[in-house]
């Protein structure tokens, strides 16, 4: 199970930091991602951390958004610095064991997946 939080509103060149807890100690056996769905727009992958720490990111957040975890709080985070209004979108955490890479993941998605939280970013 997992479970995001963190999100709120925010303006423009802020930071947020989202969290996604697991049940169980699961990042050792599953890659982690962080997805968003902005409205009437396709979700899209965000950030991907795989089960070895190797992390990958979308063009559009290199360099402003960092995706790490927390194996003794079974916790994955998503630092988020110099946000853009087009950050503005629901951010929902996901978890796999496939071990497929980021172009993979970003179209076919992951088994399983947490209740998103809010993030809006004011201009």
């Known amino acids: 199970q997992l479970q995001a939080s963190g999100g709120g509103l925010v303006q423009a060149g802020g930071s947020l930091r989202l969290s996604c807890a697991a049940s169980?100690?699961?990042?050792?056996?599953?890659?982690m991602g962080w997805y968003r769905q902005a409205p009437g727009k396709e979700r899209e992958l965000v950030a991907l951390i795989s089960k070895s720490g190797e992390t990958n990111y979308q063009d559009s957040v290199k360099g402003r958004f960092t995706i790490s975890s927390d194996n003794a709080k079974n916790t994955v985070y998503l630092q988020m610095n110099s946000l853009k209004p087009e950050d503005t979108a629901v951010y929902y955490c996901?978890?796999?064991?496939?071990?497929?890479?980021?172009?993979?993941?970003?179209?076919?998605?992951?088994?399983?997946w947490g209740k998103g939280t809010l993030v809006t970013v004011s201009s």
């Open positions: 169980g100690s699961i990042f050792s056996v599953y890659d």
């Open positions: 996901a978890a796999d064991s496939w071990g497929c890479p980021f172009t993979v993941v970003a179209v076919y998605g992951m088994d399983y």
